[in-house]
Structure formats: C-alpha cells, structure tokens
C-alpha cells in the first residue's frame, strides 16, 4: 500500500465499513453513514470514488447499482495502514507506537498477552537471522 495516497479519517471509516462488510452496494454504504455519521450521499459517493482513485477501492456494476469492495482484505488493510503510519509519520520507528502502548491503562490483558506473543515471534526471526 506504500504507493498509494494517504486516506483521512472519514474515508478510512467508509473504508474499513466495506472492508468488513465485502462487496457492499452504495445505498448500503450512504444509508450506513447518514445514520451513524449524518454524512450526505454526495459527500460519501465523493469519498468513495476517491478511495477508489487512491486504489483503495474497486468498483463493479450489478443491475445498474454500483457495488464497492476493498482491494485488500481485513488483515491485509490493518497491515497496510500500520505500515502506512509507521513508515509515514513514525519515520519508519515502531519505538513511539509502543511507547504509547505502555503509557495506556486501559489495555486488555488478552491484548498484553498477543503483544508478548509477538515480541517472542519477533525475537525467534531475528535470532534465525
């Protein structure tokens, strides 16, 4: 995703919305975000074609209605958009994201136990190295 322009926040919430709904009609999507956001129609389509310009989105025809989906599932998204910000305002340092993590309180201690499991896979790589 490193090719791609970067997203703001209203468009990473409709996308992260198709994302996780998959091929999702436009009506579905305007209708989603005038209930939750009181964003209009024109504002969504407009946010939708440029997540589809930045290659954030394809577009396909079914019976005259046009249906968005993600190029990049899920999982792949999050990767995408972290490394986005890691390598974009973090300067390529993972150092400042994690700093914060220590500074929550409100962490879960599922999440604590994923990070560990992590940071142990990370340091399996690099001892293999």
Request: hydrophobic letters at 35%; proline letters at 3%.
């Amino acid at each position: 995703m490193s090719e791609r322009k970067s997203i703001g926040k209203a468009e990473l919430e409709i996308l992260k919305f198709i994302a996780e709904s998959g091929e999702t009609p436009v009506r579905a999507v305007a209708d989603h975000f005038a209930e939750s956001k009181g964003y209009v129609r024109p504002t969504v389509l407009k946010m939708m074609e440029r997540l589809r310009a930045k290659g954030y989105l394809e577009r396909s025809s079914l019976d005259d209605i046009f249906v968005y989906r993600s190029t990049a599932d899920q999982k792949q998204l999050n990767q995408d958009l972290v490394e986005d910000f890691v390598k974009g305002p973090l300067d390529g340092s993972v150092t400042p994201m994690v700093a914060y993590l220590v500074e929550q309180r409100d962490i879960s201690q599922d999440d604590i136990s994923r990070l560990k499991n992590l940071i142990s896979k990370l340091e399996q790589e690099h001892k293999n190295d």
